[in-house]
């Protein structure tokens, strides 16, 4: 009998442990046995298309570089999405506000649709520099009219360019650039706040600026940011603002006043881009994903499957975390075999379950 019970015991503990483990571990079950595939990288088509930029609406994810393409279904099949574009239109970011969506270009300035790609109209009344290098929607969440472009201001970020402002959806800009000493501006960000809200701008040669009353003025907030050649990325997650640069990643809980460098981990420090959802961080680079759990404390490489680790972009839409990459757009500076540019996928749900 006490042997009995003891089994019964030792059966009941098996079933209750491999519940808590089934419900810990796959919250969701796959949409087809096909989906454990994406636990690792694998290739979500585009090939031989560099990508620079993506954006996601919904459940629709955009993808931007030698024009724009869109899928509906998780990246399986894509659309170009071209109508009303120039020949050949180098795309370089994306914002979205709403139904609107806001493209940035090489060129040929600033476009926008309304209608989820199908056609794209040139919105660049008074936006002198028609080198849109970023885009930003204010305030964060996609509930107002105001639309900042960061631009190309030359090499040494001295010849025109910088922020300019729309506040009625695209269709007029100005350039608001006062106490913004450094015009080539490669990133924007926004934070919403309890004391307001919080436009930064990336440069590439003079650190992070603040502006505080929509780009009236801006201020140098680079205390601690050892490094303020090349700001590339910078994404906000929570109250946490992260800076993405070419010498690593920086974060800021207090709104720039201070900077700390968060790179444990972090074997590539070219950094191209960001993603954050919920208490993850991802950081695209020369060598690939790398991705944090614990605020950026630490960094731990992620790129099983990616073949192609030259990433350019990343994003987060519906179960997955999208990369771009953009190996055959320089092909000179990549000294190892061309590979194939394009879009990748990994499940992202599996990617926050992974400790």
Not at 211 to 217: H, K
Not at 309 to 316: E, F, G, P, Q
């Amino acid at each position: 009998m006490k042997q009995i019970i003891i089994s019964i015991v030792s059966l009941l503990t098996f079933i209750l442990c491999n519940g808590c483990i089934k419900k810990a571990y796959n919250p969701i079950e796959p949409k087809s046995p096909a989906e454990l595939d994406n636990f690792a990288w694998t290739s979500a088509g585009l090939t031989n298309t560099f990508v620079n930029a993506f954006a996601v609406s919904g459940t629709n994810l955009f993808a931007g570089g030698g024009g724009v393409f869109l899928s509906t279904n998780d990246g399986s099949s894509w659309t170009a999405v071209n109508n009303g574009l120039p020949a050949h239109t180098g795309v370089t970011c994306f914002a979205v506000n709403g139904m609107n969506l806001y493209m940035g270009t090489d060129g040929n300035g600033a476009f926008l649709s309304t209608n989820n790609g199908a056609s794209w109209t040139t919105v660049n009344n008074g936006l002198t520099n028609t080198f849109v290098l970023s885009l930003a929607a204010s305030p964060a969440g996609g509930s107002g009219t105001n639309i900042f472009a960061g631009t190309d201001g030359g090499l040494w970020g001295t010849t025109g360019g910088g922020v300019f402002l729309s506040t009625d959806n695209g269709t007029n800009w100005s350039a608001v650039n006062n106490g913004l000493t450094d015009t080539l501006v490669t990133a924007l960000a926004v934070s919403s706040g309890g004391s307001g809200t919080n436009i930064f701008a990336g440069t590439k040669n003079s650190g992070v600026f603040l502006s505080t009353n929509n780009g009236s003025s801006w201020t140098a907030v680079n205390n601690g940011l050892t490094y303020t050649w090349g700001i590339k990325a910078l994404t906000v997650s929570g109250m946490n603002l992260y800076a993405g640069t070419d010498y690593g990643i920086f974060l800021s809980a207090n709104n720039g006043t201070s900077w700390n460098a968060m790179n444990a981990g972090l074997t590539n420090k070219y950094i191209s881009s960001l993603a954050a959802f919920g208490g993850e961080l991802f950081a695209g680079t020369n060598g690939g994903v790398f991705r944090s759990n614990d605020g950026g404390t630490y960094w731990n490489q992620y790129n099983t499957g990616l073949t192609d680790t030259l990433v350019s972009a990343l994003a987060i839409c519906d179960r997955f975390l999208y990369a771009g990459n953009f190996a055959q757009a320089e092909p000179a500076l990549y000294r190892g075999p061309l590979l194939t540019s394009g879009v990748w996928r990994r499940c992202f749900e599996y990617a926050r379950l992974v400790r």
